[in-house]
């Protein structure tokens, strides 16, 4: 069965960190580009950052440049987005999800598998 499972969502305050995890099972995770969306209430959903395959560029939209940094785990078939100085607006259902394609442009193209979500509240 083909599955990505997002883990480490949760609240923090305003300012402060969080790591979370997307495990691939059933399929080999490093060989597809690998990213994260997330969908706030009542906004559309939107492409946080990726990592390609096999080069390892990353995308990152504006709002989380300098904040956020995606990378691979040793095991290449996890992958982690790292979370600092987090804002409320940063506030959202986070998606891990992969495909063929990271533009460096826009982020996960045409994603192919997805996880369940985790969410991240940033909040005093």
């Known amino acids: 069965q083909l599955q990505l499972v997002e883990s480490g969502g949760g609240l923090v305050q305003p300012g402060g960190s969080l790591r979370l995890s997307c495990t691939a099972s059933?399929?080999?995770?490093?060989?597809?580009?690998a990213g994260w969306f997330r969908q706030a209430p009542g906004k559309e959903r939107e492409a946080v950052s990726c990592?390609?395959?096999?080069?390892?560029?990353?995308f990152y939209t504006d709002s989380v440049k300098g904040r956020f940094t995606i990378y691979r785990g040793n095991n290449n078939n996890t992958v982690y987005p790292e979370m600092k100085a987090l804002k409320p607006e940063d506030t959202a259902l986070y998606y891990c999800?992969?495909?063929?394609?990271?533009?460096?442009?826009?982020?996960?193209?045409?994603?192919?598998?997805w996880g369940q979500g985790t969410q991240v509240t940033a909040s005093s």
């Open positions: 999800a992969a495909s063929f394609s990271c533009s460096q442009h826009d982020g996960l193209r045409t994603p192919e598998h």
């Open positions: 990592i390609s395959s096999p080069t390892g560029s990353a």
């Open positions: 059933g399929f080999p995770l490093h060989y597809y580009a």
